[in-house]
């Protein structure tokens, strides 16, 4: 069912986001430093990592992440509104002159752009190995991957295309969690999937203040967590 309307789906998705009320990135690049910091984290992504459908750089996922860790960590946060999952390790190397040489941890926000095009699963994973890939050599000993934006809730996108985003959406995220257990580094987090009006930025598809705040407490406390779980064994 999905195949045959893929054309018009493609094109009809790219008219709707020509018409979403379009909002500042205030992450594109924002870094966060602290004397007391023993560790380097990258935040690296698509339109979420960009701080888009947040008031300001002190509402963005990094601002939030950073507060939330307790400034144990130096986070350097990149991001690209519209990137998908192809286009990871390029965001990486267009920065390259502004980040470390090594980072000891990272998170990945990516997929809702790869669904809003149909990427096909096979692009979409082979994109995702090859950022990790690249983390890895840039000494990244853990990587935490959040589920797929909620592309079949965002209030903005009527109900018919809501549906044929949500059934591609659960494909990428089969795709994600396999290539997951493809890697020992990477931690993948299946959270809550039920947003609530308020978690969504006036344009009716991003994260509002409040979405980045929710999001960042769960990838916060995954990563806390599993620094402890590492510290006692």
Known sequence: MLIPC???LIIAGK???KRITRLTAYSDFLSFTNSNATQKLLIIGESTAAGVGASDQNQTFAAHTFNLLQRDYHIYNI???GLKSTSLSWLFQKNAHR???QFDQAVILIGANDCFQFSSPQ???KGLQDSIDHLHEH???SITIPLIPPVHQFPAIPALLQFFLGIHRQVLIHEMIFVAHKNKSVVYIH???RYTSDFFAKDGIHPS???YQKMSEVVASTIIKAKEKDSQT
Do not use: V
């Open 191 to 193: 959270q809550n999937e």
């Open 123 to 125: 692009k979409f994973s």
């Open 99 to 101: 980040l470390p040489n």
């Open 209 to 211: 203040d409040l979405g």
């Open 79 to 81: 991001g690209k509104n």
């Open 15 to 17: 008219k709707l986001r």
């Open 6 to 8: 893929l054309p018009f």
């Open 139 to 141: 000494g990244c000993q």
